[in-house]
Nanobody
Framework: VQLQASGGGLVQAGDSLRLSCAASGLTLSGYLMGWFRQAPGKEREFVAAIGRGGGGTDYADSVNGRFTISKSNMKNTVYLQMNNLKPEDTAVYYC??????????????????WGQGTLVTVSS
């Protein structure tokens, strides 16, 4: 199983980025998918999740209304569209896959597969 995250970079406040997470060795339609991030000196935190069918989504309060998670089962890829980026969004972003129930979507310990992370840096 491999989750390959990409799309990070250096942007200015107010800009947008789209992160991608391509999966191999597993079929996304069978997994709850999440994005987490870890800022320098801080613990990793939940950002967003999308259910197996794609109809259910959830976001951390800090990104709600600015970020959108989606996925393409055909491409076996999950995305994180990030708009109106802020300096406090600077972090390494990780995608992850879980086969547990939706109620555990924001808890990283329930995610069994992780990507390598992609760095997002937002300058003020």
């Amino acid at each position: 199983v491999q989750l390959q995250a990409s799309g990070g970079g250096l942007v200015q406040a107010g800009d947008s980025l789209r992160l991608s997470c391509a999966a191999s060795g597993l079929t996304l339609s069978g997994y709850l998918m999440g994005w987490f991030r870890q800022a320098p000196g801080k613990e990793r935190e939940f950002v967003a999740a999308i259910g197996r069918g794609g109809g259910g989504t959830d976001y951390a309060d800090s990104v709600n209304g600015r970020f959108t998670i989606s996925k393409s089962n055909m491409k076996n890829t999950v995305y994180l569209q990030m708009n109106n980026l802020k300096p406090e969004d600077t972090a390494v972003y990780y995608c992850a896959a879980s086969n547990v129930v939706w109620s555990s979507r924001d808890q990283e310990r329930f995610y069994g597969y992780w990507g390598q992370g992609t760095l997002v840096t937002v300058s003020s």
